[in-house]
Structures are given as C-alpha cells and as structure tokens.
C-alpha cells in the first residue's frame, strides 16, 4: 500500500504565496508550454501535440481506440488545443483548454 507523503507545514503568508503565484506566471513560457494540474507540472506544446514523453497520468486519460468512421466531426475535440496563447488543461476533461 502506497504512504502518503508528511508535508512540512507551510509558514508563509497569503500575501507571500499570492506574490510569489504571480512571479511564476509572469516568468511561465506560455508562447511554448501548457499548463497540467493533473500532473503538476508544465508539458511542452510540441510534445502534447504530437504525444511524445507525456507523464503517465495524460497516457492514461488519451484514447486508445481509434475512433469511429462517422465520429470525423469529433476528431479535432478529441485533442488538446494547444494553439492559443494561455492553454491550461482540464484535469478532468484532459481535452478541454
């Protein structure tokens, strides 16, 4: 049975923690990268796109039953739009911006 990590209690304040979100979104490579918070981290474009070296989380959620001749409408949801400036992923809906 897996064990959960022990946390170490965070003493920062809410002003500290809002400054330092905003930090790291002003520094994020939006034009390149798409924000996972399923995964925790950020995956390049390139590789969302073309599904190279993705984290076992996003393998897990593609499909992998190739879809039906009269579902050609379809095809483009059934794939992350990684076009736009800002792209965060649905962790739910992993092809919903």
């Given at each position: 049975?897996?064990?959960?990590?022990k946390?170490?209690?965070?003493?920062?304040?809410?002003?500290?923690?809002?400054?330092?979100?905003?930090?790291?979104?002003?520094?994020?490579?939006?034009?390149?990268?798409?924000?996972?918070?399923?995964?925790?981290?950020?995956i390049?474009?390139?590789?969302?796109?073309?599904?190279?070296?993705?984290?076992?989380?996003?393998?897990?959620?593609?499909?992998?039953?190739?879809?039906?001749?009269?579902e050609?409408?379809?095809r483009?949801?059934?794939?992350?739009?990684?076009?736009?400036?800002?792209?965060?992923?649905?962790?739910?809906?992993?092809?919903?911006?």
């Amino acid at each position: 049975m897996d064990q959960l990590i022990k946390l170490e209690l965070n003493t920062s304040s809410v002003l500290e923690l809002l400054s330092e979100f905003f930090n790291f979104y002003q520094e994020f490579p939006f034009d390149t990268h798409v924000i996972c918070p399923l995964v925790g981290e950020a995956i390049t474009k390139y590789n969302i796109r073309h599904s190279l070296y993705l984290p076992l989380r996003l393998k897990e959620g593609r499909r992998t039953q190739p879809l039906p001749p009269l579902e050609t409408e379809g095809r483009k949801k059934d794939k992350l739009d990684v076009n736009k400036v800002l792209v965060i992923q649905d962790p739910f809906e992993l092809t919903r911006n």
